[in-house]
């Protein structure tokens, strides 16, 4: 598959997501059934509204995640019944979870981001925090990051093809699967206005 088409429809309100960063279900209901099987760990470290967690609950997966913002941790809780790590997912010790079967993520959109100063020191985080995931994933798990080149003021930023850049140093980088965003719903914006795609970047720990 190298493609497929979905609506951006989430069930988080838009008056609290603003941003509209959470995942839509749908979509990460393809990848927990197609790269995970019941029992297994599924961990998002930017767990956000908690979709990838609760979803995996709802498939038979034990799913964890960390977010550092309290109003999405709020949200998930109370409408989700998920429990979310309120910590960094760089200071989080997974030492003490469980091994993970599949690692599924959308970082924080450079901004800046992830407190760093710099475009290359954001790209260079990521992929520490992958080295820092690999290491607690078994064997021939999966990590998939779903990420878009994104519109600035200053043009269009290859931010997704500098993160996956960054991850296939760490791990193999398997298949590329782009989700474009059936729009028939909702309206464009700024940031989705020269990308109305996603790319699923699939990632293998072989
Ligand atoms: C693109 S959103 C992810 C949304 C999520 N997939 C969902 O379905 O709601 C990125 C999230 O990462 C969180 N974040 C930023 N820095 C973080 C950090 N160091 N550790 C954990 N979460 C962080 C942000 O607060 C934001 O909620």
Redesign the pocket.
């Known amino acids: 598959m190298t493609y497929f088409i979905e609506e951006y429809k989430t069930t988080v309100p838009s008056k609290i997501d603003e941003w509209k960063?959470?995942?839509p279900e749908k979509v990460v209901e393809r990848f927990i059934k197609n790269y995970s099987k019941k029992g297994d760990v599924v961990f998002?470290?930017?767990?956000?509204?908690?979709?990838?967690i609760k979803v995996a609950k709802k498939l038979g997966r034990k799913g964890f995640g960390?977010?550092?913002?309290k109003e999405?941790i709020d949200f998930a809780k109370k409408n989700f019944n998920v429990n979310l790590i309120k910590e960094?997912?760089?200071d989080l010790d997974l030492n003490k979870h469980p091994k993970i079967d599949l690692c599924i993520f959308?970082?924080?959109y450079w901004g800046p981001?992830?407190g760093a100063k710099t475009y290359s020191s954001y790209i260079k985080k990521v992929g520490d925090l992958v080295k820092k995931i690999k290491k607690r994933m078994n064997k021939d798990s999966h990590l998939i990051v779903l990420i878009q080149n994104y519109c600035t003021e200053r043009g269009l930023l290859t931010l997704a093809w500098d993160v996956g850049n960054v991850i296939k140093k760490q791990i193999k980088f398997k298949q590329d699967i782009i989700w474009c965003i059936d729009r028939k719903n909702s309206k464009r914006d700024m940031m989705h206005e020269a990308a109305d795609h996603h790319y699923c970047l699939i990632f293998k720990n072989e």
């Open positions: 960063v959470a995942f998002d470290p930017f767990a956000g509204f908690g979709t990838t960390t977010e550092i913002e999405p960094s997912a760089f959308s970082p924080p981001a992830l």
